[in-house]
């Protein structure tokens, strides 16, 4: 089975609705000491990602058809590109830019296996562009 990778007609998420939370993998124990106690309960957590896309018509026709028919409506999980790392450029510790031979900047790529996470993907037309919101669980 080959899992599909997230469209590269669509254009990178909103920095400014970012939002990553990670799943409590703790159990609490039950004890008579005021201080809580917890074990693991998971050996691996996924991490859960909202995201927002600002989209014109034909990008949100690219998205509509990956989530309805590439991902079965969101049930097949994907590989999308790392929002955090992906494109961003790598630097050196003193926060240079560090170059190819040609003077191209190097950039990061990282990826992550994702797939839709508990809410339909919502949408608001501003304009002449939608912004699509959705999230995404990380799988570990």
């Known amino acids: 089975m080959t899992v599909p990778s997230w469209p590269t007609a669509l254009p ?23 201080v809580p106690a917890y074990r693991r309960r998971y050996s691996s957590v996924a991490r859960g990602l909202q995201l927002s896309l600002v989209l014109s018509r034909a990008e949100k026709a690219v998205f509509d058809k990956f989530h309805a028919e590439t991902t ?43 797939v839709f996470g508990d809410e339909v993907p919502s949408e608001t037309l501003r304009g002449m562009s939608f912004t699509v919101s959705f999230s995404v669980w990380v799988m570990p």
Do not use: H, N
Request: charged content about 20%; aromatic content about 10%; some cysteine.
């Open 12 to 34: 990178r998420p909103l920095r400014s609705s970012y939002r990553a939370s990670a799943t409590d993998p703790r159990l609490k124990r039950a004890q008579d000491a005021p």
């Open 72 to 114: 079965g409506f969101g049930t097949t999980p994907f590989w999308m590109p790392d929002p955090v790392t992906d494109g961003w450029p790598l630097l050196t510790p003193e926060g240079q830019y560090l170059l190819t031979p040609e003077g191209q900047r190097i950039l990061l790529s990282a990826r992550l296996l994702c």
